[in-house]
């Protein structure tokens, strides 16, 4: 049992939930709200990383941030190393993997208010920002915790992103998922079936949660994960 | 009269110490889709503080008038301006904010926000003020508005009435420079209904806004209006004090609205100027009907409104009565609708529908076939223009 690779593996995960949600509202409240005739491309391009596979996604991440990428020179001039095989990397590979599952809840989430309320607010002398966050946000509680539940179950099970952009450095970019890998290399499977266990188990928690949570969500639609699952 | 009032940019401060009237002026011309088709609403109306009731079948452009009040959609043209300050204009490229424009507006679902208490409701237009002073506002309106025992109660566990009241109570906080109401009252029943206006009144003594009220209900226009304005298909056919437009409806749109369930063809036989009435025959029967006299000449066609309910039925023929009309008919049809019976009397060709009780109906054994004296009073004849 790796539990160097299991703790780094749950602090890569809750980090980029958590960047998720602040990057995710703005993304979804644009894609809820916009009506550029365009819009569906972006929707798309979020929705990708859902049929990419791991590896295509790494592999572009691995190329955006190695030396020779402008991404990868001006973290090298700030930093002195490249972002390719480091925690950080892992961590930007990681939010473009996990975007859909945190940009589609919330976006559902957003579009389930009523929009009379939003008309309402806006009679009462409210800005659409100040709407958004006293009136829409409060009422998809249940869309944020499942995109932030999902986003993080999703990250803790990832591979092919991590091996690609991460590699496999020790107590550095080593995640569960690819600990059970080498041990299974290894004709180690006691080990990995350990290993495996708790990750089925604490991804089973934690999607439990969300379903608790939202049993008692007082929304029309607590459930608004998007049409792809 | 072109007194410059200055306001403040937050959203609520109680500017008004003296009581102000605002007058809002509304010129607009917009492309609506309603589920006959797409309509123009192109409407110009002025109301002054105080009741002013635009009356519609619905898909008429009322909710798509009000919303273009509101800056909720924007018009295609036109000038919208309330106490002298113009919210928007096409030919300038002015369009006020509809968050900026401190406009009361009543959704018909009044669109209480679910996940706030009553007080919270009602605090919500006053982001301006202090938490205390916001507390203090909104319980001062919720115990005006009988509905203080409710503050911590959600939209969802108070009854229709209180939510009407809830609602009304969140506009009105904000002290707004025009309240729109949408069928605010639909959902009520009657003594909770006059309660609610009479309330409403009260505080527009003190506010003396201009209220628009939308209803497609002819008993709302009657119990609230200081002036109606009728709005058909987007634009208004009729407009002045509730009876005048409602009571001696000129246009059959408005009857038609308003109730008149019969309505006839007629040409004018003779002048009676000394009685202040003429008479009337009824086209392709031989009826004639004595009426309150209007400008036309013998000879002229108009058309003939009567209310079902304005009618009375005997099954002898009456004798001392003051109407004027009296019509021997035979009963052809009686339906029951609700507590309402309707008995269609044919007169010599011309059809009436007389509204009865169920009582009546019972005590005098009405059913078709059965002969019958139809009794109209002059004045229950209202004359509409062709």
């Known amino acids: 049992m790796n539990w160097e690779a299991f703790w780094l593996t749950v602090r890569l995960a809750a980090i980029v939930s958590t960047l998720l949600v602040a990057i995710g ?11 550029w005739r365009w819009k569906f491309l972006v929707e798309a391009a979020v929705a990708l990383p859902i049929v990419l596979p791991p590896t295509v996604l790494g592999f572009y991440v691995l190329v955006a941030l190695g030396s020779r990428s402008p991404i990868g020179r001006w973290w090298e001039s700030l930093t002195g190393h490249t972002l390719a095989f480091t925690f950080e990397g892992l961590i930007i590979g990681s939010l473009l993997y996990s975007l859909p599952f945190a940009v589609q809840p919330f976006a ?32 998809s509680k249940a869309g944020l915790v499942t995109g932030f539940a999902l986003s993080f179950a999703h990250t803790l099970g990832e591979f092919g992103v991590v091996l690609m952009v991460g590699g ?15 041990q299974v290399e290894a004709a180690n499977y006691s080990s990995a079936n350990q290993t495996a266990l708790l990750l089925l188990v604490v991804s089973f928690l934690v999607l439990s949660i969300v379903f608790g949570l939202n049993r008692y969500s007082t929304n029309r639609r607590p459930w608004a994960v998007g049409p792809w699952r | 009269m072109a007194l410059k009032i200055p306001f403040p940019i937050q959203a609520a401060k109680p500017v008004f110490t003296e009581s102000i009237s605002s ?18 609403l192109n409407v110009h109306l002025r109301a002054l503080a105080g009741f002013t009731i635009i009356f519609g079948a619905s898909g008429a452009g009322k909710t798509t008038l009000l919303d273009c009040i509101a800056g909720l959609t924007p018009p295609d043209e036109g000038r919208i301006s309330v106490g002298g300050e113009t919210l928007y204009d096409s030919e300038k490229q002015q369009n006020v904010a509809a968050w900026k424009r401190r406009i009361g507006y009543v959704h018909q679902d009044l669109a209480l926000f679910p996940h706030l208490s009553a007080e919270e409701n009602v605090a919500y237009g006053l982001r301006a003020l202090s938490a205390t002073e916001r507390q203090a506002r909104a319980r001062e309106m919720l115990t005006a508005f009988r509905i203080d025992h409710l503050r911590e109660r959600r939209p969802a566990q108070i009854s229709g009435g209180e939510r009407q009241r809830v609602a009304l109570a969140r506009a009105l906080v904000t002290e707004p420079r025009a309240l729109l109401l949408d069928e605010p009252l639909t959902a009520l029943d009657r003594p909770t209904k006059s309660l609610l206006v009479a309330d409403l009144r009260q505080w527009n003594q003190h506010h003396r806004v ?4 939308v209803t497609h209900n002819g008993e709302e226009v009657f119990a609230l209006g200081d002036e109606v304005v ?3 298909a987007g634009r208004i056919v009729a407009q002045g004090r509730p009876h005048e437009v409602m009571r001696a409806p000129r246009s059959e749109t408005v009857a038609n609205l308003s109730g008149l369930e019969n309505t006839f063809d007629a040409t004018v036989q003779a002048l009676h100027e000394a009685r202040g009435t003429m008479t009337c025959r009824l086209a392709k029967t031989t ?20 209310r079902a309910g304005d009618l009375l039925l005997a099954t002898e023929n009456p004798r001392g009565l003051s109407a004027r009309n009296i019509l021997p008919g035979t009963i052809r049809r009686v339906e029951q609708r609700d507590v309402i019976v309707s008995a269609f009397v044919d007169c010599g060709q011309a059809e009436f529908e007389v509204h009865l009780t169920l009582a009546a109906r019972d005590d005098l054994q009405l059913r078709p076939g059965k002969n019958v004296w139809v009794v109209v009073k002059t004045h229950s004849c209202h004359l509409l223009g062709v």
Do not use: M
């Open chain 1, 25 to 35: 509202i703005p993304i979804a409240c644009w894609l809820t709200y916009s009506r």
């Open chain 1, 168 to 182: 496999n450095i020790p107590g550095v970019t080593r995640t569960i998922s690819i600990d059970i890998y080498d």
């Open chain 2, 210 to 213: 201009p209220i628009l009220f």
């Open chain 2, 23 to 40: 007058e809002l002026e509304v010129r607009v011309r917009k492309r609506f889709a309603n589920p006959e088709g797409s309509f123009i």
């Open chain 2, 287 to 306: 009826v004639e009907l004595e009426t309150p006299l209007v400008r036309a000449e013998v000879g002229s066609h108009l058309r003939v409104g009567i």
């Open chain 2, 230 to 232: 009728v709005l058909d």
């Open chain 1, 108 to 139: 559902a989430s957003f579009g389930a208010v009523d929009p009379t309320l939003l008309r309402a607010s806006a009679s009462l002398g409210h800005s659409p920002l100040q709407t958004f966050r006293r009136i829409v946000l409060p009422l």
